[in-house]
């Protein structure tokens, strides 16, 4: 009955996505990844769908990815009073990752974009909390969703069963060449983070 009702509705699809990404910009367990895959899937059975989907989903990710830093944002404004939340702001740490995002934001963005479980959704907050310039935001943002987004959609698309093995064979060697950037790139951002020196606030009290 469930199958049937959505091979019946499947022509919504796109806005049905559009409205999931949104409600995942509320931080709702919504997974964008598995949307895009699913994306992916539909339109290989459905190709009358791909403009639409591709539409809907770009700008349902660039939506849901702006909610999160303005949320970001208004916490750090409406909890700025209290001592901890100053703290954070103040920190050495703090003006470390925005210094590596004012640098390398890009590649901080495309990467992250790539790993799922939350991650991107702690770098968008983080963005607003620690008031990376919006504009910034925006030009990182968006075009590393363009790429992270149409780079998973067109992977499964052609992994798909109508595909020819070529063009799997292909498929399978960016994905494996993406997967050793992405992890080489997180290593790399660890270490950073662990070689972050200690606040002064800190120092002085160990002194």
């Known amino acids: 009955m469930i199958t049937e009702f959505f091979l019946s509705n499947v022509s919504y699809w796109p806005l049905a996505v559009f409205i999931a990404l949104l409600l995942a910009g509320f931080n709702l367990p919504i997974s964008e990844d598995a949307l895009i895959i699913a994306s992916a899937a539909i339109c290989q059975e459905k190709p009358e769908l791909l403009v639409p989907t591709l539409v809907f989903l770009y700008f349902g990710i660039v939506l849901s990815d702006l909610l999160c830093y303005f949320w970001g944002f208004l916490v750090s404004k409406g909890l700025s009073g209290f001592k901890f939340v100053r703290k954070i702001l103040e920190s050495n740490k703090k003006t470390i990752i925005m ?73 399978a060697a960016l994905l494996v060449v993406l997967l050793s950037f992405v992890f080489h790139t997180v290593k790399g951002i660890r270490n950073d983070l662990r070689a972050c020196p200690p606040d002064s606030a800190s120092e002085q009290k160990q002194l």
Do not use: Y
Not at 103 to 109: A, R
């Open 99 to 171: 210094n590596r995002l004012e640098k390398t934001g890009f590649i901080t963005f495309v990467t992250i974009r790539f790993i799922p479980f939350g991650m991107r959704n702690a770098l968008f907050i983080s963005s607003g909390f620690f008031h990376l310039k919006l504009w910034k935001f925006i030009l990182f943002d968006w075009i590393a969703a363009l790429i992270s987004s149409q780079t998973l959609f067109w992977l499964i698309f052609c992994l798909g069963e109508s595909s020819s093995l070529w063009q799997k064979l292909i498929c």
